[in-house]
């Protein structure tokens, strides 16, 4: 009986070690992942090239649909794109919300809302864990019109 006993303990303490530490890494995985998100989404808002280029990989590319036809745009076009919204004062306001994450090992995946006035941006990201470092690999998103009671 004794040894029973002593089995079940040592299955519980050893055998949910691997376990617990698993959620450990994903809970921490979860908390680098929200920040990253965060400044990427801070970077956007406030037309901010250099704070969206340390989070996102250089080879990264968004794609987006535009009148029924594949838009794809490229890393340093964007970052262009931010330099001269920046410079016209483009800054912008959003309610921002994870809406989704999910991590397995060295890759995530987001789902962030960004809700303005008139629209919502539905980005999904991918992150891939690069030198210790959780980055933004990739990126699709719509935009839809919101209803505005007038």
């Known amino acids: ?7 079940s303990v040592a ?3 050893f055998g949910a070690g691997p376990f617990a530490f698993a959620q450990e890494r994903n809970m921490s995985a979860e908390i680098q992942i929200t920040a990253v998100v965060e400044n ?10 250099e704070r969206v280029a340390q989070v996102f990989h250089p080879d990264t590319r968004l794609y987006s649909m535009d009148e029924g036809k594949l ?9 262009e794109n931010l330099k001269d919204r920046r410079a016209r004062g483009d800054i912008r ?6 809406a989704h994450l999910d991590v397995t090992q060295d890759a995530a995946m987001v789902k962030v809302l960004l ?8 980005d999904y990201l991918s992150l891939l864990l690069i030198n210790e470092r959780w980055v ?7 935009v839809k019109p919101l209803d505005v009671g007038l």
Do not use: N, S
């Open 1 to 7: 009986m004794k040894i029973r006993f002593y089995l």
């Open 115 to 122: 809700t303005f006035a008139h629209m919502q941006f539905t």
């Open 93 to 98: 306001k959003a309610k921002f919300q994870i």
């Open 11 to 13: 299955l519980l303490l």
């Open 40 to 49: 990427y989404v801070q970077g956007y808002l406030q037309a901010d090239p």
């Open 71 to 79: 838009d794809k745009t490229e890393m340093p076009d964007w970052i």
């Open 136 to 142: 933004i690999i990739g990126k699709i998103y719509t």
